[in-house]
T-cell receptor, first 114, second 115 residues
Framework: AQTVTQSQPEMSVQEAETVTLSCTYD???????LFWYKQPPSRQMILVIR??????QNATENRFSVNFQKAAKSFSLKISDSQLGDAAMYFC???????????FGTGTRLKVLA | EAEVAQSPRYKITEKSQAVAFWCDPI?????LYWYRQILGQGPELLVQ????????DSQLPKDRFSAERLKGVDSTLKIQPAELGDSAMYLC?????????????FGEGSRLTVL
């Protein structure tokens, strides 16, 4: 069964600094997709970044980038120049068309300190 | 900007009562998901629809939960009877993609408290 693990329940970062959130996953599929979602307090969840497993190049979206290590089944999110608005729960997610599953990790709460 | 609509936003009910949640996905989105999110945890998939058909309901407690998506547009999730352990946020999400490879668009959720 596919699983997604986020081992950091909570992280803190100073404003303008860089932070990395960790995610590992387990799958026997070869065709899959990985995502990071952000859930601000009392707001809906939104997509931050997406990575196709068949692409070796790491995805980047402005201040957000990933480190995708396929062999290690690791998918970490790096947030550069952290801003107060980055404070939220961050969820790592996995999907594969092979089983129609779209599953989420337990989340990491990110605090940004002024 | 189109959004996923959910109602009610908050629901307080007593144990053994029936409760229903409604979701209206973004127009044209073929795939619709219901997730349950217990406070401090990640979303857990309850049921997934492709148009009006159930694709996956393996984690739906079918003795008390039911879900439907008539005409492949809006959807209703029902709990009967509600139990204390059902207290959670119920999230609806939709996607324009039939393959689960793209972005999910989430509603703001329906928070259920069972007393």
């Amino acid at each position: 069964a596919q699983t997604v693990t986020q081992s950091q329940p909570e992280m803190s970062v100073q404003e303008a600094e860089t932070v990395t959130l960790s995610c590992t996953y387990d799958t026997s599929e070869s065709d899959y997709y990985l995502f990071w979602y952000k859930q601000p307090p009392s707001r809906q969840m939104i997509l931050v970044i997406r990575q196709e497993a068949y692409k070796q190049q790491n995805a980047t979206e402005n201040r957000f980038s990933v480190n995708f290590q396929k062999a290690a089944k690791s998918f970490s999110l790096k947030i550069s120049d952290s801003q107060l608005g980055d404070a939220a729960m961050y969820f790592c997610a996995y999907s594969t068309s092979g089983t129609y599953k779209y599953i989420f990790g337990t989340g990491t709460r990110l605090k940004v300190l002024a | 900007e189109a959004e996923v609509a959910q109602s009610p936003r908050y629901k307080i009910t007593e144990k053994s009562q029936a409760v229903a949640f409604w979701c209206d996905p973004i127009s044209g989105h073929a795939t619709l998901y219901w997730y349950r999110q217990i406070l401090g945890q990640g979303p857990e998939l309850l049921v997934q629809f492709q148009d009006e058909s159930v694709v996956d309901d393996s984690q739906l407690p079918k003795d008390r939960f039911s879900a439907e998506r008539l005409k492949g547009v809006d959807s209703t999730l029902k709990i009967q009877p509600a139990e204390l352990g059902d207290s959670a946020m119920y999230l609806c999400a939709s996607s324009p993609y039939r393959r689960v490879t793209g972005e999910l668009f989430f509603g703001e959720g329906s928070r259920l408290t069972v007393l």
